[in-house]
């Protein structure tokens, strides 16, 4: 016999929760990406991205068993590294000026800090159901931190001097606030004003502390934004995204930034291998055209000049060169386990000084390890943490190298690049997890392919 509940005598009052104002369990990440210009102003930037990492991690810690990514263990071996290698701080490699460990460790503990955060959001995308949080959203949300970062790189270029107090560095101590290293964290400027052409120039680098991180963020989340905005976007997204890519051209070529320009080459060399391996040669027509034109238009255009003028001027080649060699020849001193951190090197490709001087501006002591990834992991993690390093991220492009869908072409692409950054920029921090974002997403469509398979196999019995 079934019971029959009577309905209640008057009308009920409950409220359904506005669905609008329910934040899913993806929102640290929508909240970092979407509203990275505001942290910024806040001076928050960077240490947004540790902020957001907390969050994430009662996430991981409430959902458990937490998964993990094929080369996983490739990463947290590299991680046992890192803190290893803090047993070496108080050691000084030849060739680099002698100081005690106690100098180096806020350099360490950001590092280390970046590196946990960038894991944390790798398993924490990874592990993120489709209903969570979809690919398609967070790869808009990608797509709109490219447009911050050109609209960032457009005030760069026109209005170089713009800079102010963010509400943070008005909160620290002076002594803090003042810290050269601490600057580049809170306080916001439009660009970075250097001699690159022989002159004091600006290169722009908002909503970012340096030029550097600029254009390798701008260059990982390129695809992302083709995929978003153009691919598969609306007729006037589409619109939107072909005037923003226009508009980039020009912050890409006052950046001055060598790196990046050989880094777009690659990514229009790889987008059409993609297409020519699923046989759209018209696609490739079209780009190829497009390329044709753009390269006409720059060629008349004062852009020119630019990149000419920059050529013609490569000082930091001299630069890059004295502190490789410097990190090669201290990192043999110590190939296992490296020294924990960077070094200052005595002297310079300018002069054997030890300190600027009215007299060379060029002369001091640069710090090695700084002029890429690959060189900070050989100073600081030795040849063996370098090269646990570069086999996570070997290991996951080989993984993950048969994923065709639109997602996977450009998080591909933003999994491999570093590897060809690693030998001009430092990945810490942005560009770091915006790899592991894209690791994270190639991980989610693996999963599914899996689940697939699984699902195939059964269906069609055991014989």
Known sequence: MTAVASAPSGPTHRRTPARGLQLGPGWPLTCMLVLYPLWWALGLGVLIVFIVAVPMLAHLAKHRPVKVPPAFGLWLLFLAWVLASTLMLGYNPPGT???????????????????????????????????????????????????????????????????FTSPLEFLLPNSIAQNTFVQSLVHPTAAQLQE???????????????????????????????????????????????????????PVVYSLNRGLWIALGLCAAYAAVRLAMKGRFGAIMVMAAAAAAAVVVFLVSPLNGIVQARLDNPQSNGIRAFTTEVTLEASAASPILGFGSTRAAVGSSQSIAVGQSDDCQRCGNPTIGSNGQLWLLLIAQGFVGAALYIAFYVRSAWVYRRDRSSVGVASWLAAVLPLFYMFIYNALVMPLLISMIAIGLLWRNHQDRRRADVVAVGASGPW
């Not at 924490?124 to 911050?148: C, D, H, K, S």
């Not at 992302?224 to 691919?231: A, E, K, P, R, T």
């Open 97 to 163: 000026l002698p100081e005690v460990a106690s100098d180096r460790i806020v350099s360490v503990v950001y590092n280390i800090a970046g590196y946990a955060a960038a894991t944390i959001i790798l398993l924490f995308v990874g592990n993120l159901t489709e209903q969570q949080l979809p690919r398609a959203r967070i790869v808009r949300q990608l797509g709109l931190l490219f447009i911050f970062i050109v609209v960032g790189g457009i005030v760069g270029t026109f209005f170089a001097s713009f800079e």
């Open 196 to 250: 690159v052409l022989g002159y004091t120039a600006p290169r722009p680098s908002a909503p970012f502390g340096y030029t550097n991180t600029w254009g390798n963020c701008l260059s990982l989340l390129l695809g992302w934004f083709v995929i978003g905005w153009l691919v598969e976007g609306s007729k006037g997204r589409r619109i939107a995204g072909v005037l923003v890519l226009v508009a980039a051209a020009v």
